[in-house]
Protein backbone atom coordinates (compact mmCIF):
# COMPACT_ATOMS: atom_id res chain seq x y z
CA UNK A 1 0.00 0.00 0.00
CA UNK A 2 1.18 3.50 -0.75
CA UNK A 3 1.30 5.76 1.40
CA UNK A 4 2.55 9.77 2.91
CA UNK A 5 2.42 9.94 6.24
CA UNK A 6 2.89 13.84 7.63
CA UNK A 7 4.12 14.15 11.56
CA UNK A 8 5.33 16.93 12.96
CA UNK A 9 2.42 19.47 13.43
CA UNK A 10 0.76 20.56 16.36
CA UNK A 11 0.25 24.20 18.20
CA UNK A 12 2.73 27.06 18.21
CA UNK A 13 3.69 30.73 19.05
CA UNK A 14 4.52 33.54 16.66
CA UNK A 15 7.56 33.32 15.93
CA UNK A 16 8.13 29.77 16.58
CA UNK A 17 9.42 26.65 14.57
CA UNK A 18 8.10 23.39 13.29
CA UNK A 19 9.48 20.81 11.15
CA UNK A 20 7.12 18.23 9.88
CA UNK A 21 8.57 15.03 8.25
CA UNK A 22 6.37 13.12 5.53
CA UNK A 23 7.43 9.73 5.55
CA UNK A 24 6.92 7.72 2.40
CA UNK A 25 6.00 3.59 2.27
CA UNK A 26 5.07 1.44 -0.51
CA UNK A 27 7.16 2.78 -3.23
CA UNK A 28 10.39 4.56 -3.78
CA UNK A 29 9.70 8.58 -4.11
CA UNK A 30 12.92 8.98 -4.80
CA UNK A 31 12.68 10.08 -8.41
CA UNK A 32 9.29 11.60 -7.70
CA UNK A 33 8.86 15.77 -7.69
CA UNK A 34 7.37 16.37 -4.29
CA UNK A 35 5.21 19.16 -2.82
CA UNK A 36 3.66 20.53 0.30
CA UNK A 37 0.52 21.87 0.21
CA UNK A 38 -1.77 23.70 2.87
CA UNK A 39 -5.37 24.53 3.58
CA UNK A 40 -7.19 26.44 5.80
CA UNK A 41 -11.12 26.70 6.55
CA UNK A 42 -12.97 28.09 3.81
CA UNK A 43 -10.01 28.31 1.27
CA UNK A 44 -8.55 26.25 -1.97
CA UNK A 45 -5.36 24.09 -1.13
CA UNK A 46 -2.29 26.29 -1.78
CA UNK A 47 1.28 25.15 -3.13
CA UNK A 48 3.48 25.96 -0.15
CA UNK A 49 6.91 24.33 -1.33
CA UNK A 50 8.12 22.28 -3.92
CA UNK A 51 11.54 19.92 -4.59
CA UNK A 52 13.12 17.83 -7.82
CA UNK A 53 14.15 14.60 -6.81
CA UNK A 54 17.72 15.78 -6.83
CA UNK A 55 16.59 18.02 -4.19
CA UNK A 56 19.08 20.99 -6.50
CA UNK A 57 16.13 22.67 -7.53
CA UNK A 58 13.11 24.56 -4.58
CA UNK A 59 10.14 26.34 -4.93
CA UNK A 60 8.15 28.33 -2.53
CA UNK A 61 5.27 30.02 -1.87
CA UNK A 62 6.35 34.31 -1.55
CA UNK A 63 4.99 34.76 1.47
CA UNK A 64 7.24 31.67 2.77
CA UNK A 65 10.23 32.33 1.19
CA UNK A 66 12.96 32.99 4.03
CA UNK A 67 10.84 31.04 6.30
CA UNK A 68 10.15 27.60 5.17
CA UNK A 69 12.75 25.17 4.08
CA UNK A 70 11.91 22.20 2.48
CA UNK A 71 14.78 19.52 2.17
CA UNK A 72 14.29 15.59 1.06
CA UNK A 73 16.61 12.43 2.15
CA UNK A 74 16.08 10.06 -0.59
CA UNK A 75 17.50 6.99 1.26
CA UNK A 76 14.89 7.46 3.81
CA UNK A 77 11.98 8.47 1.59
CA UNK A 78 11.39 11.01 3.42
CA UNK A 79 10.73 15.11 2.60
CA UNK A 80 10.85 17.87 5.00
CA UNK A 81 9.43 21.22 5.70
CA UNK A 82 11.31 23.49 8.35
CA UNK A 83 8.75 26.21 9.21
CA UNK A 84 10.37 29.02 10.91
CA UNK A 85 9.04 33.12 12.24
CA UNK A 86 5.64 31.29 11.93
CA UNK A 87 2.87 33.47 11.23
CA UNK A 88 -0.58 33.88 12.47
CA UNK A 89 -1.74 33.11 8.62
CA UNK A 90 0.39 29.96 8.38
CA UNK A 91 -2.20 28.57 10.08
CA UNK A 92 -3.77 25.49 8.31
CA UNK A 93 -3.82 21.38 7.53
CA UNK A 94 0.18 20.95 5.78
CA UNK A 95 -0.49 18.30 3.11
CA UNK A 96 2.44 16.68 1.41
CA UNK A 97 2.11 15.54 -2.10
CA UNK A 98 4.53 13.03 -4.79
CA UNK A 99 4.29 13.88 -8.63
CA UNK A 100 5.58 10.71 -10.24
CA UNK A 101 5.69 12.27 -13.27
CA UNK A 102 8.03 14.89 -12.74
CA UNK A 103 11.55 14.68 -11.73
CA UNK A 104 12.68 17.85 -12.75
CA UNK A 105 10.27 20.09 -12.68
CA UNK A 106 7.67 20.84 -9.18
CA UNK A 107 4.28 21.65 -10.34
CA UNK A 108 2.43 24.46 -8.42
CA UNK A 109 -0.84 22.91 -9.07
CA UNK A 110 -2.19 20.30 -6.39
CA UNK A 111 -4.22 18.22 -9.57
CA UNK A 112 -0.81 17.30 -10.81
CA UNK A 113 0.21 15.34 -7.56
CA UNK A 114 -0.70 11.72 -7.51
CA UNK A 115 0.13 11.10 -4.28
CA UNK A 116 -1.35 12.62 -0.51
CA UNK A 117 -0.82 12.22 2.66
CA UNK A 118 -3.62 12.56 5.38
CA UNK A 119 -2.73 16.01 6.63
CA UNK A 120 -0.87 17.42 10.13
CA UNK A 121 -2.64 20.53 11.48
CA UNK A 122 -0.45 23.60 11.96
CA UNK A 123 -2.30 25.82 14.24
CA UNK A 124 -0.12 29.30 15.17
CA UNK A 125 -1.24 31.31 18.36
CA UNK A 126 -1.15 35.48 18.53
Known amino acids: QVQLVESGGGLVQVGGSLRLSCAAS????????MGWFRQSPGKDREFVAG????????YYKNSVKGRFTISRDNAKNTVYLQMNSLKPEDTAVYYC???????????????????WGQGTQVTVSS
Open 97 to 115: AADSRSTTVVPLISGEYDY
Open 26 to 33: GRTFSRDA
Open 51 to 58: ITWSGWRT
